[in-house]
C-alpha cells in the first residue's frame, strides 16, 4: 500500500501500479550523460528520450542532472531518488507516469569536483543543456561569448579552486581536464531554443578558453577541435511552469508526494545533427530524428512556433489574458498565428517542413485546453528570444522589400511590455526601461529598445520605427487590431 504521506521514492515507487512505472529500473542505469539545467524542459523532454532509449536498447544511459543554480531543487530531487513523475495533459484528460533516467543530482557550485570528475570520466559521452538563451552570455552583436559581461569576467578572473558560477565556464573547465587527461572523446548537445544551437554553444566555450589564462589553452582548443562534437538540435514540446496545482495532480494520480512533476503537451519532437563524435543513446528508439542539417527545421520551429508563441504573449498580455490557450479563444488569436506563419514562410528553407500545415498543427497544440501556459513566462527574457525567433526572419523580409505588418506588431507589443511596472524578468530589464525615460518620441523609443538589442540596422529603418510606434497607442488601449 502506497499512502498520500509518502514520498515518491525507489521505496515506494516499487508499490505503484505498473502503468505509473518508469519504462526502465533506475537501479539497472549508470551515468553517461551530464545534463546542465534541471528545469522542466529538460525532464520533460531528453530525460523521456533517454528512458525509453536505455528501455528499448538495453543500455544503461542513467542521467546525472546539474542544477546551475537552485541547490534546493537538488534537495528535493534527491530526496526522492532523483524520481519525478511527468503529466501528460491531453485535452480529453491527464496520463501521468514517473521518469526514471535520471540517476544523480548535483548542485554546479558546491558539487563542482564531482561535475568535473564526471565530465573527466571515460563512460561519460554526452553532455547536454537545456540553460535558456540567457545562460550562454553572448554578446547581442557579435554572437560570440560577452566576456565584459559580469559573472563571465567574475569567472575568467576566479582562482582555480574557486567555484564558477556560469555553466560555460563550468563547461569550459571540466571539458579542458577531460582534454588534459586524455580521456575518450564527447558529444555536447544544446537544447536551447536557439538557431545553430550546436555552433552557438561551441563559440562561446572556444571564446571562453581562449580567454582564459591557462598556459595549455591552445593545446585545449587543438584538442576539442578533434575530440568534442557540439550538434545542432531542434527540441520541441511545450512544457509549462510546474504550479501547485500540477503538484496536486501528480499526487492525486501517484498517490504520494511528488515536490517536482512536470508537465506536458502529448507532442514532442527531437531532431538532432547527425555529428557525434562518441556513443550516445540510441534515441531514435524513441522517434528522435538524426539529419545531416537540421537548419530547416530549426528555422521553421523558432520562427513559426516560438516566434508566434512570443507574439501571442505581448499581445495577449496588452489585452489582459493570461495563458496561451486563452488567446487562442480571442478573436486574433489564431488569425495572429496564421498570418505570422504566412508572413515569415518565405524566409524559411523550402526543405523544412510545409509552413501551411505547421500552421495547422499549431493552432491545435495552442488550442489545448488541458494546458495552462502562462504569457509571462513565454515573455520573459524577451531581449535574448526575440532576438532569435523575430528579427532574422524581420531583416530577411525587410530587405526584399516584403510585407513585415504582423512582426510590426507584435514588435510593438514586446515594446510596450517593456514600459509596463510589471514588464516580465529580463536581463536587460534596466536598459530596456530606460529607454523610456529619456526618449521624447515614440519612434525614438522604439529605436533605442532596438539598439538593446543589438539590432543597430533594425534601429535604423525609420519606416519600421515608425510603423511600430504608430501601434503603441491601440494596444495601450488593450486593442489588438490584426
Ligand atoms: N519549456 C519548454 O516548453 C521548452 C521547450 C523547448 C525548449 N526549451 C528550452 O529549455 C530552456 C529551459 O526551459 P525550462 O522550461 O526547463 O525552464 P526552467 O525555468 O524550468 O529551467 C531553466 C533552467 O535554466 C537554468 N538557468 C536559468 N538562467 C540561467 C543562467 N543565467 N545560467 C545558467 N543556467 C540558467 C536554471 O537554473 C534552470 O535549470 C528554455 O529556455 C528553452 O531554451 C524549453
Ligand atoms: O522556453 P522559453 O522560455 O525559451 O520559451 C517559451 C516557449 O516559447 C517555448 O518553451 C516553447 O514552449 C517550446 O519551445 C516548445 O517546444
New binding site residues.
Given amino acids: 500500500m502506497v499512502s498520500a504521506d509518502d514520498l515518491l521514492s525507489r521505496e515506494s515507487l516499487r508499490r505503484l501500479p505498473p502503468e505509473l512505472r518508469p519504462a526502465v529500473d533506475p537501479a539497472e542505469l549508470r551515468t553517461r550523460v551530464v545534463h546542465f539545467?534541471?528545469?522542466?524542459?529538460?525532464r520533460a523532454?531528453q530525460a523521456v528520450f533517454t528512458e525509453n532509449a536505455a528501455a528499448r536498447s538495453g543500455e544503461p544511459w542513467g542521467i546525472t542532472a546539474v542544477?546551475?543554480?537552485?541547490a534546493s531543487t537538488v534537495r528535493a530531487l534527491r530526496d526522492q531518488d532523483c524520481l519525478y513523475s511527468l503529466t501528460e495533459r491531453r485535452p480529453d484528460g491527464h496520463r501521468t507516469r514517473v521518469v526514471g533516467s535520471v540517476v544523480g543530482a548535483l548542485a554546479m557550485g558546491p558539487d563542482a569536483r564531482t561535475v568535473d570528475a564526471l565530465l573527466a570520466d571515460p563512460e561519460v559521452t554526452v553532455v547536454t543543456l537545456?540553460?535558456?538563451?540567457?545562460?550562454y552570455h553572448r554578446s547581442p552583436s557579435t554572437g560570440g561569448l560577452d566576456t565584459a559581461a559580469g559573472p563571465v569576467a567574475a569567472d575568467l578572473a576566479a582562482a582555480a579552486d574557486w567555484p564558477l558560477t556560469?555553466?560555460v565556464g563550468r563547461l569550459a573547465a571540466g571539458l579542458a581536464a577531460r582534454m588534459r587527461a586524455g580521456a575518450p572523446p564527447i558529444n555536447v548537445v544544446s537544447?536551447?531554443?536557439m538557431a545553430d544551437n550546436g555552433a552557438a554553444l561551441s563559440r562561446v566555450i572556444h571564446d571562453y578558453i581562449r580567454a582564459s589564462t591557462w598556459p595549455d589553452r591552445a593545446e585545449i582548443l587543438d584538442r576539442l577541435a578533434e575530440s568534442v562534437a557540439f550538434p545542432a538540435t531542434v527540441?520541441?514540446?511545450?512544457?509549462?511552469?510546474t504550479s501547485e496545482a500540477d503538484r496536486a495532480v501528480a499526487g492525486a494520480a501517484l498517490g504520494v508526494r511528488d515536490a517536482l512533476p512536470v508537465t506536458g503537451e502529448p507532442y514532442r519532437q527531437w531532431v538532432l545533427e547527425d555529428s557525434f563524435a562518441a556513443p550516445r543513446p540510441p534515441w531514435e528508439l524513441d522517434g528522435a530524428l538524426f539529419v545531416p542539417d537540421v537548419a530547416p527545421y530549426q528555422l521553421t520551429k523558432l520562427r513559426l512556433l516560438n516566434g508566434s508563441h512570443s507574439a501571442l504573449a505581448y499581445l495577449g498580455a496588452a489585452a489582459g489574458l493570461t495563458t496561451i490557450a486563452e488567446t487562442m479563444t480571442a478573436d486574433w488569436g489564431e488569425r495572429l498565428v496564421r498570418s505570422l506563419c504566412a508572413e515569415v514562410a518565405p524566409t524559411l528553407p523550402a526543405d523544412g517542413p510545409d509552413p501551411v500545415a505547421y500552421a495547422d498543427d499549431l493552432v491545435v497544440r495552442f488550442r489545448n485546453p488541458a494546458m495552462h501556459h502562462l504569457l509571462r513566462q513565454i515573455g520573459s527574457d524577451g531581449s535574448v528570444k526575440i532576438t532569435e525567433r523575430w528579427l532574422p526572419g524581420l531583416r530577411e523580409l525587410r530587405a526584399h522589400g516584403a510585407s513585415t505588418a504582423v512582426l510590426e506588431l507584435a514588435l510593438a507589443a514586446w515594446a510596450e511590455s517593456t514600459r509596463r511596472a510589471d514588464a516580465p524578468a529580463d536581463p536587460a530589464a534596466e536598459a530596456l526601461a530606460a529607454c523610456w525615460g529619456t526618449a521624447t518620441r515614440p519612434a525614438e523609443t522604439v529605436r533605442a529598445l532596438l539598439r538593446v538589442l543589438g539590432a543597430a540596422d533594425l534601429a535604423g529603418d525609420e519606416a519600421l520605427t515608425a510603423s511600430v510606434a504608430d501601434r503603441l497607442p491601440a494596444l495601450r488601449a488593450g486593442r489588438v487590431e490584426i
Fill in positions: 539545467g534541471l528545469g522542466a524542459f529538460h523532454h542544477a546551475p543554480r537552485s537545456t540553460v535558456t538563451e540567457k545562460g556560469t555553466v537544447c536551447d531554443n527540441v520541441d514540446r511545450i512544457v509549462p511552469a
